[in-house]
């Protein structure tokens, strides 16, 4: 969502790289693909919620593009702001609503969001999720007991214990993989690599990754006794995605003599200084909860047929997926108590 509104803010050469990684032929294109993205996505009852949120952070020294705000607006559902990139408390209005936006559980801190007098905007792309499982697990289940780390030392930790019959699962060649359902409709997939593999040589390889989350969706996936042994887990994580969004093939948006975002405003040059990620996540017997928003600044000149032992002991990879099967989190568990 972040780099769509990027592309949407850029042209020529720059414009092209944002669409070539994210695999969109033309803004038309992403325009259609968000809109439906929030229509699909969204839903908000007593159970749980699905939210999903944009802001735009304008200098109020700088004169914007007013069709450019409109199309974030129509098209992005994004509200935008004036405010005093020199003013401290800018810094606080930013954090406040990132908090709003993500249940509380990040963005309680304004100085997580340092502000200069040579910011032009900041893009904020907010998600926050909760659902419960459509089989919670049992309380009186959860027990103690030792999951194990890379290096080989282990930690004992609270697990959860489930087991269903005629439940789905994929044996593949490489990792085991199930998944428990939310009662919106989404699912959170587990998928635990064969002992020897780690996990973040997956994560590492797109396609492998891919066709792991994917494969309780496809013609893989079989039906029998799935016995789970989950570790309650609660994190946050902080990235800095500019490395990971120039090995995408997008570079001309960072370099000041190259970047191209005049539909944002032909006042000055504008390039991206910074794109940063936070995220947050836990699940226990009742359900899960997950949070995450992406920041960008800009400155002038994101087995055994019939049965399956998910024993999560050992570090592993969750996805949470929304009722179309689109992946909305990924990530690893390398140690449940850090």
């Known amino acids: 969502m972040a780099l769509a509104m990027m592309a949407e803010s850029a042209q020529g050469s720059t414009q092209e790289e944002i669409l070539k990684a994210v695999n969109m032929n033309d803004m038309d294109m992403i325009r259609e693909q968000t809109g439906k993205l929030f229509r699909k996505l969204y839903f908000y009852n007593e159970i749980g919620r699905l939210n999903l949120a944009n802001s735009l952070w304008l200098n109020k020294d700088i004169e914007f593009n007013k069709s450019f705000l409109g199309k974030m607006a129509a098209d992005y559902y994004a509200h935008s702001f004036s405010v005093d990139f020199d003013d401290k408390y800018t810094s606080r209005k930013i954090s406040e609503w990132v908090s709003e936006h993500t249940g509380g559980k990040l963005g309680t801190d304004p100085d997580d969001f340092p502000i200069d007098s040579e910011q032009v905007m900041t893009l904020l792309n907010t998600i926050y999720f909760y ?11 959860t027990a103690k007991d030792t999951f194990h780390l890379e290096d080989g030392s282990t930690i004992s930790c609270d697990f959860m214990n489930m087991t269903r019959g005629s439940h789905r699962f ?22 635990l690599p064969d002992e020897g593999i780690s ?10 990754l891919s066709e792991a989350v994917n494969s309780l ?23 800095d995605l500019r490395k990971s969004v120039e090995s995408l093939g997008i570079k001309s948006a ?64 969750f996805a949470i997926t929304g009722a179309d099967a689109c992946p909305l989190f990924i990530g690893v568990i390398n140690n449940p108590a850090a």
Do not use: H
């Open 170 to 191: 994929v044996g593949a060649d490489g990792y085991t993989a199930s998944g428990l359902s939310f009662k919106n409709g989404g699912s959170m997939v587990f998928i």
């Open 217 to 239: 969706f496809s013609e893989k996936r079989q039906f029998g006794k799935v016995i789970f042994k989950i570790p309650k887990f609660k994190y946050k994580a902080e990235l």
């Open 131 to 141: 659902d419960e499982w459509v089989d919670s697990f049992n309380a009186d289940k």
């Open 199 to 208: 996990p973040m040589d997956m994560v590492s390889d797109p396609k492998i």
């Open 254 to 317: 960072f370099e000041a003599g190259t970047a191209d975002f005049t539909p944002l405003s032909e006042t000055k040059p504008i390039f991206v200084s910074k794109i940063k990620q936070s995220a947050a996540i836990s699940i226990d017997e009742k359900g899960c909860e997950a949070t995450a928003f992406t920041k960008i600044d800009y400155v002038g000149a994101a087995r055994p047929d019939g049965t399956a032992e998910m024993i999560l002991d050992r570090p592993f990879i």
